[in-house]
Every structure is written in structure tokens, then in C-alpha cells.
């Protein structure tokens, strides 16, 4: 297991690189999919790294709790390297209730991963929509209604404060930097870069 702290190279303001991805429940989606949310939570995870493991409560309750915003779990790694991050035991944790995400997405290419500068499981980033109003953007087919904006980056960082397995959190950062947004506030936390297991790379 190589321990790993996570520095993308997207910068506040990015807007969401784009994916088009299966889920577990056999759809596909993409960020257009979650258009009607406030915010969308990427995390870059994987079924058998512990420091992931030890956040699959943090996020199922993260998507309880906040119904204005998206939950995405992504699933990069080679299951070349480690066969326990196939697809198949995806569907068995969402199934038997361990994972409880808004969708548990495979990125079997690993293109997605790259996109975001993903380097670790888990390694979240925390997008807020833009007001389509304020782009100017409405139209007769939504009866003119703002289109909805696209999602633009405002954390990335640690979802808490316990920053390995056996921790327990007394900071809950994520949910600090959601309920932000929902307020309408600028994200104004500071950065504390996620820990967690590399992703494991396909290798060339």
C-alpha cells in the first residue's frame, strides 16, 4: 500500500471535467446528470483501500443528509493490481447497503482519474453549480427559466479531520464546505490535502 496526499492540478473556479461512466445500477451518467443539484461531490475511491473504507459511512451519510447535492464515487483502479476494485464487488456493496453514493461509477479507463488530477482513494472535490441567471442563460424551452450552469470547483481537500482508518473526526471539513454553498457563501477553508492509498495505474 503506497500512502499518498492528494494535489491536483485543478484550480478553484475549473469548471467539472466531464465523464460518461456506468453505474452500479446499470445506468451511465454524466455530470450533466446531476444538472438539478446545488453541488457535486466527486470522490475518487475504490472498494478495498482502508482509508477509503474507513469514509464509506462519511459519504452515505453526506448523501442522506444533503438532498441538494451529489454524491459521485468513482472507482479508477487496475484490477490488474488489485482484483478486489472490480465492478462486480461494486455492485455488491451498493447492493448489500455498504455504499450508499447517489452512483458508484466505474472509470475503467482510468480517463477520468486523470482528468481531475485524482491521486489517491479517497480524494474528493466539491463543485458548486453557477447560477444560470447570472450567465444570461434562459431560454423558452425551460419557460424561461435559467438553464442550469456548469458545475465550477470550490474545495478540494480532506472530507474530516481523521486522516487515517482508526481516527475518529472531530472537524468535519466537507460538510463545513457544503454547507457553504448552500448558503450562497464562498468556500473560505483551508485546504488540507486528502490521505489516502495511491490509485493503482494501469500500467503502459
Not at 491536483?8 to 446528470?33: C, I, M, N, Q, R
Not at 470522490?43 to 444533503?66: G, I, Q, R, S
Not at 419557460?143 to 472530507?159: A, I, K, Q, S
Request: net charge negative; proline share 6%.
Amino acid at each position: 500500500m503506497a500512502l499518498v496526499d492528494s494535489e491536483s492540478e485543478l484550480d478553484h473556479g475549473d469548471v467539472a471535467p466531464d465523464f460518461e461512466l456506468p453505474g452500479t445500477d446499470g445506468e451511465t451518467y454524466t455530470v450533466e446528470s446531476f444538472a438539478d443539484e446545488e453541488a457535486l461531490l466527486v470522490v475518487f475511491t475504490c472498494n478495498h483501500c482502508p482509508y477509503a473504507k474507513a469514509k464509506f459511512e462519511t459519504l452515505n451519510d453526506l448523501a442522506t443528509d444533503y438532498d441538494e447535492v451529489a454524491v459521485v464515487g468513482i472507482n479508477p483502479n487496475s484490477t490488474e493490481i488489485k482484483p478486489e476494485d472490480s465492478f462486480e464487488r461494486m455492485v455488491e456493496l451498493v447492493d448489500d447497503g455498504t455504499i450508499a453514493y447517489d452512483a458508484y461509477l466505474r472509470d475503467e479507463s482510468q480517463a477520468v482519474a486523470a482528468a481531475y488530477g485524482a491521486e489517491c482513494t479517497p480524494d474528493p472535490f466539491l463543485f458548486a453549480r453557477e447560477d444560470g441567471e447570472e450567465r444570461g442563460s434562459s431560454d423558452e424551452s425551460s419557460g424561461g427559466r435559467p438553464r442550469d450552469g456548469e458545475f465550477r470547483l470550490v474545495y478540494h481537500g480532506r472530507l474530516d479531520d481523521a486522516m487515517n482508518p482508526e481516527d475518529e473526526p472531530t472537524e468535519h471539513t466537507m460538510r463545513q464546505a457544503i454547507e457553504s454553498v448552500l448558503a450562497g457563501e464562498p468556500v473560505e477553508i483551508e485546504e488540507v490535502p486528502s490521505r489516502g492509498c495511491s490509485i493503482k495505474w494501469d500500467e503502459d
